[in-house]
């Protein structure tokens, strides 16, 4: 049992659509983090948030955006979708707070852009 | 220069055998290494981290971590077919959770 949710599980969506993606955790989980997952690649991170700030980014464009809330949990927000935006979307926790704690993914959210 | 690096694969090992996933980094100062799996169309599973020079075991699964040398490997002993997966090596970047990915080791573990 992870205690981190996501949903939906599959999408599809038309270019130029926007699209909201959500990761619910359970409490404890004050930092969240957010990777796009493309066929074939390893996990690119799109930023973090902490205490509902973002301190840190990828190399992501700016019609990346997300949300932390008060109760942990977090959306991430796609503007103008492109095609190449297809990918498996996760959203990453740490169990503990040490700079060495392990950071386990959530389930994700496969995007389909057509 | 990728910041990780690994070689794709497939490396294919008979059921029982050692299989040796290597992974080397650019960054010196580069402090926690994972270990994921991941299965076809699944998430990434963690299955080891590694912040000390040396070996860490953990049942079948071997880190090992070598500092000076930049790389990091996982051994994963009497291999099954069920260990058939994507292996994925990251290193911690600078940020709390900020990690830079390998593309990712193929391992075929065959009857």
């Known amino acids: 049992e992870t205690g981190v949710t996501q949903s939906p599980t599959h999408l599809i969506k038309t270019r130029g659509q926007q699209v909201t993606l959500r990761c619910s955790s359970q409490s404890g989980h004050n930092t969240v983090s957010w990777y796009q997952q493309a066929l074939g690649q390893g996990p690119q991170f799109i930023f973090q948030?902490?205490?509902?700030?973002?301190?840190g980014r990828g190399n992501f464009p700016p019609r990346f955006s997300g949300l932390q809330f008060p109760n942990y949990s977090s959306e991430l927000n796609v503007n103008a979708l492109e095609l190449d935006d297809s990918a498996l979307y996760l959203c990453?926790?740490?169990?503990?707070?040490?700079?060495?704690?392990?950071?386990?993914f959530g389930n994700g959210t496969r995007l389909t852009v057509t | 220069q990728k910041e990780v690096e690994q070689n794709s694969g497939p490396l294919s090992v008979p059921e029982g055998a050692i299989a040796s996933l290597n992974c080397t980094y650019s960054?010196?100062?580069?402090?926690?290494f994972f270990w994921y799996r991941q299965y076809s169309g699944k998430s990434p599973e963690l299955i080891m981290f590694?912040?000390?020079?040396g070996d860490k075991e953990d049942g079948r699964f071997t880190a090992q971590l070598n500092k000076a040398s930049q790389y990091v490997s996982l051994l994963i002993r009497d291999s099954q077919p069920s260990d058939s997966a994507t292996y994925l090596c990251?290193?911690?970047?600078?940020?709390?959770?900020?990690?830079?990915f390998g593309t990712g080791t193929r391992l075929l573990v065959s009857p």
């Open positions: 990453v926790y740490t169990v503990g707070s040490s700079y060495n704690s392990p950071l386990h």
């Open positions: 948030y902490y205490r509902e700030e973002e301190n």
């Open positions: 960054d010196r100062g580069s402090q926690s």
């Open positions: 590694i912040y000390s020079n």
């Open positions: 990251a290193v911690r970047a600078g940020g709390f959770q900020k990690l830079v």
